[in-house]
């Protein structure tokens, strides 16, 4: 129990096919108490299953999954008043108002009328929808749709919250004020487990799951990812990038190199000796590069941990 | 506790069905437009011919000519008579509770009567009494090609050039064999047969459909994985969506008669008691199609395509399109099968025969077996999971 509580999630070996594909591919989780844990992961690599596995939505393959201390999909109906779920497409009832999806779903979560009542108000202030109580749910913004989604997922206290790429359709501003809320949510306490694909978002994160293809190819701190990257990043700078691209070609070592205007960035591989004089020895004199080792970033991670994947 | 939060729920789901339907006009007016344009356009439909009618018999005078009689009446094929009765009252019962379609009485002065038919001709009375279910107008069609049914007698005795009718003999135009006794619909108005049996056919139409689209619906719009991940049991869920729709389909039954009774002026001869268990327990019979439907349906364009697929034969089978009588015997036995069929001869028999439900239970409990095998089959089917 001890150790359950500690572990708010976790999996070993969890899998997930449909027919011939292997959409979740034996992931073995940890997901600590009060940690915002992210998952990032490309589309089609197996977030949502993943999640839906958790919820007991689906059921795995293979494997074994205990959320809250609970066997999932066995024990899940255990879970419908601990766990918050905001799926990835918005799954509120659009032909009804703000405030009637939020009533709707505290009576079916039997919450008493008064609580339901003053539950809605105080959210409806935290989310910045109280002058939004009235207008139907279909006719809201993507951040306001978002926010609405969010408010329905934590309406009854959840101590675990799922969070399906919950900023996908919106501006990068409501984002940030939706991280914000994120991390409100983890100081009172709640686990929030959320996918995306966003570097940036991904980095906020206390802990970091990597999906491609179904595994988990990676997971740790991001911190932690950044630092552990096996590969040197290096970074040119350049007028011509077309052409250093055409000369970097065939260099041993590369692992990737992708252009970002005027800059490219190179991966290569750790055993790479002195890699910028190396890369400059590819270079002909007069590409008027400027060569430079940087720090690793997310990006980075993602595209060595995914790299065998992809070849 | 558990059964009020229960109950919490189902009310819940039910508010919210009716707060989207309140909203969805096309839904809301397909409510009140399919009743009264089903009623336009079947009130004025047409009679067929109709052979082997269910048929009993009372033989009064139980002599050789008067079996002869009945024998011929059934080698017409016009009617079959699997029964006899002992009196003229039980085939009256027997006729109300939609048994038979048609009864015969022979009277005890049968051979008088034929004594006197030979003599007197014309002036003479007819020979016996048919007894006629005419709230279906195609039979009493029918059966009014039996009543110059000419009399046929024992071959010893008959006098030869008798079996040539009244011309050899002198009589011209014996009266008709039988007299008939048209129950229910004397003037045999085909809207009086209709506007009953269209209850049905619309309750089927517009009950299944709903339903079968209410849980489509949720699953197509993704609501339905925000439903599952609630404290939501399946029962609830069902229940709370079908709960609404019992309440319309009461009202369309209200509307299809009041405008039949007003338009056509169809006699409602039900009380409105029986009108509305009657009514209730194909409802629900309906309903829980339309539930086993929306579990087997992943898009509401499947669930649209389902429900048409377990229409059609209703409407063909039921005994609402052609007559029940007339469908040849395997078609019979898939009609028994459908919930239409047994709600036509309860509505029919209590609107327009005066039946009470309970005399019309043997059509009842059809009904009720199949709304429990369907609710049983679509709560077994439906989990809480996506897969
Ligand atoms: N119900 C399903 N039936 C068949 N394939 C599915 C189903 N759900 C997901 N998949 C497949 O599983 C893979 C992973 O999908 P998903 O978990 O939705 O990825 P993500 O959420 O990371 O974008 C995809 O290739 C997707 O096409
Ligand atoms: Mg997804």
Request: proline share 5%; hydrophobic share 45%.
């Amino acid at each position: 129990m001890s150790e359950s509580a500690e572990q708010v999630i976790r999996s070993q070996g969890l899998t997930r096919r449909f027919g011939s594909l292997v959409a979740v591919d034996h992931v073995d989780l940890e997901v600590p108490k009060a940690s915002v844990y992210g998952f990032l992961g490309p589309n089609g690599s197996g977030k949502t299953t993943t999640i839906r596995m958790l919820c007991g939505l689906l059921e795995p393959s293979e494997g074994k999954a205990q959320v809250l201390g609970l066997e999932v999909p066995k024990e899940a109906e255990g879970l419908r008043r601990r766990v918050g779920y905001m799926t990835q497409r918005f799954s509120l009832f659009e032909d009804l108002s703000v405030f009637e999806n939020l009533d709707f779903l505290g009576e079916i979560h039997s919450l008493k009328a008064s609580h339901r009542r003053s539950r809605i108000d105080t959210l409806l202030e935290r989310y910045r929808l109280a002058d939004r109580r009235k207008q139907r749910a279909g006719t809201l913004s993507g951040g306001q749709k978002q926010r609405l989604a969010l408010a329905a997922a934590v309406l009854h206290e959840p101590e675990l919250l799922f969070l399906d790429e919950p900023t996908s359709a919106v501006d990068p501003e409501n984002r940030r004020d939706f991280w914000e809320s994120i991390f409100q949510l983890a100081d009172e306490g709640t686990t929030v487990l959320c996918s995306t694909h966003y570097m940036e978002e991904a980095e906020r994160c206390h802990l970091l799951a990597i999906l491609d293809h179904g595994k988990l190819v990676a997971n740790g701190t991001p911190q932690q990812l950044m630092d552990d990257v096996d590969a040197t990043v290096v970074e040119i700078q350049t007028e011509d990038p077309r052409r250093v691209r055409e000369q970097l070609a065939g260099m041993t070592g590369l692992l990737s190199l992708a252009q970002l205007g005027n800059r490219l960035r190179l991966l290569l591989h750790r055993e790479v000796e002195n890699p910028v004089w190396q890369v400059e020895e590819e270079l002909d004199i007069d590409a008027g590069a400027t060569v430079q080792v940087v720090r690793p970033n997310l990006e980075d991670v993602f595209v060595v941990v995914t790299r065998d994947e992809v070849s | 506790m558990k059964l009020l939060e229960s109950v919490g729920r189902i009310v819940a789901i039910s508010r919210k069905e009716i707060r989207q339907l309140r909203r969805d006009r096309l839904t809301f007016g397909m409510v009140v437009a399919i009743p009264i344009v089903q009623l336009v356009l079947f009130g004025y439909a047409i009679n067929e011919d109709v052979r082997h009618l269910r048929a009993a018999a009372v033989d009064y005078a139980n002599t050789q000519n008067s079996r002869l009689l009945l024998a011929d009446a059934h080698a017409s094929q016009v009617i079959d008579l699997v029964r006899k009765a002992s009196s003229a009252e039980e085939l009256e019962e027997w006729l109300r509770r939609g048994e038979i379609r048609v009864g015969i009485v022979i009277p005890a002065d049968y051979e008088r009567r034929l004594e006197d038919r030979k003599r007197h001709g014309r002036s003479a009375r007819p020979l016996a009494q048919i007894l006629v279910d005419a709230s279906d107008p195609a039979t009493y069609g029918s059966v009014a090609g039996l009543l110059n049914l000419p009399p046929p007698e024992r071959p010893g005795i008959q006098p030869p050039r008798w079996r040539y009718g009244s011309a050899i003999s002198g009589v011209s135009n014996p009266p008709p064999t039988f007299e008939a006794r048209p129950f229910y619909n004397p003037e045999r108005r085909s809207a009086v047969h209709i506007v009953p049996g269209l209850v049905g056919v619309i309750l089927t139409m517009t009950m299944v459909l709903f339903t079968s689209v209410a849980i489509v619906r949720e699953r197509e719009r993704g609501s339905l994985e925000l439903l599952i991940t609630t404290p939501m049991k399946p029962v609830e869920l069902m229940v709370g969506k079908i709960l609404p729709y019992v309440l319309i389909g009461l009202i369309q039954v209200g509307l299809v008669l009041g405008v039949g009774a007003l338009i056509f002026r169809v006699p409602l001869r039900a009380t409105p008691q029986d009108t509305i268990v009657a009514a209730l327990v194909f409802i629900t019979a309906s309903l829980t199609l339309g539930l086993l439907i929306s579990t087997i349906a992943k898009t509401q364009f499947q669930a649209f395509q389902l429900t048409f697929f377990s229409f059609l034969p209703q409407m063909l089978l039921s005994g609402f399109m052609f007559p029940f009588d007339a469908m040849p015997r395997p078609a019979q036995w898939i009609a028994e099968l459908m919930p239409l069929t047994h709600f036509l001869r309860v509505i029919r028999g209590i609107l327009l025969r005066g039946a009470r439900v309970v005399e019309m239970r043997h059509e009842i409990w059809p009904l009720a077996v199949f709304a429990l095998v369907m609710l049983t089959l679509a709560a077994g089917r439906f989990r809480k999971r996506l897969d």
